[in-house]
């Protein structure tokens, strides 16, 4: 199978490489039919995670069928269409227990760091009962590709450690790239009165307005403290939140 590979810091290459097979009674192996890239991919590259060696496939995202299965899998069958979470988790050890997927004692963020990932055609995935979901009929999987990691990633570091809770506040989001417009998008179930983009390309700042944002504001050609301030409600101008009847 075609995969690409990491080959130390500056240097990636296509390469042909044997299709990964069962390893554990928990494993299933997918086929990949989407797959995108991360910012964090990039890092590995600059050789920035010396967790990752050369030799590595990469990728932590993508959309695919199941090829096999291990025989401990009860979730899954050869034919179903899935998708592929960036964090491998076991649902079993302490971590797992108390909602930490990511500290997985045996999983966390692997693949395409310390186990081969999906930019290839197929990849084996560890805990796979815990670490896939099934798709129904008919959803478009290219845009269900943004669920592996990307979507996920701006609810929970933008919205749910941003403390984006009650409804009628303003929210501001520094950054329009692919996380801030899934945090932009996210936000919305909480319903904000104001969500104000702030970026210095217009192009992004054009997708936000399209996304949802209620404001944009170029930081390159203005002051985005100050205009922030005149989009701010007056009780938020004075420190206070209506949300919780207390000033901030």
């Not at 990636?12 to 044997?18: H, I, M, Q, S, Y």
């Not at 990752?52 to 050869?78: M, Q, Y």
């Not at 930019?119 to 979901?133: G, K, N």
């Not at 301030?229 to 901030?248: C, E, I, L, T, V």
């Amino acid at each position: 199978m075609k995969a690409l590979v990491y080959r130390g810091p500056g240097s990636k290459a296509l390469e042909e490489r044997p299709k990964p097979v069962i390893q554990g009674p928990e494993d299933a192996v997918v086929k990949i039919t989407k797959t995108t890239i991360c910012g964090t991919d990039l890092h590995i590259l600059k050789g920035d995670v010396p967790s990752c060696a050369p030799g590595r496939i990469l990728g932590h995202e993508g959309v695919g069928i199941v090829d096999s299965v291990g025989a401990g899998s009860s979730r899954f069958k050869p034919g179903d269409h899935v998708l592929i979470s960036c964090i491998s988790a076991c649902g079993k050890c302490d971590y797992c227990r108390r909602g930490m997927y990511s500290h997985c004692a045996s999983g966390g963020w692997i693949l395409g760091n310390t186990i081969d990932g999906t930019q290839a055609e197929y990849v084996r995935i560890p805990h796979a009962d815990t670490s896939l979901y099934l798709l129904p009929q008919g959803v478009d999987e290219e845009a269900l590709v943004m669920l592996s990691d990307i979507m996920p990633t701006g609810f929970e570091c933008g919205v749910l450690n941003g403390k984006i809770q009650d409804p009628g506040v303003s929210v501001a989001i520094v950054g329009a790239g692919p996380i801030g417009l899934a945090t932009l998008l996210t936000a919305q179930f909480f319903s904000p009165a104001k969500i104000i983009m702030i970026d210095i390309d217009d192009n992004r700042l054009e997708v936000a307005r399209r996304f949802g944002a209620t404001d944009t504001i170029n930081s390159g050609k203005e002051d985005a403290t100050a205009r922030h301030r005149r989009f701010a409600w007056p009780w938020q101008r004075h420190g206070w939140n209506p949300g919780n009847g207390r000033q901030s």
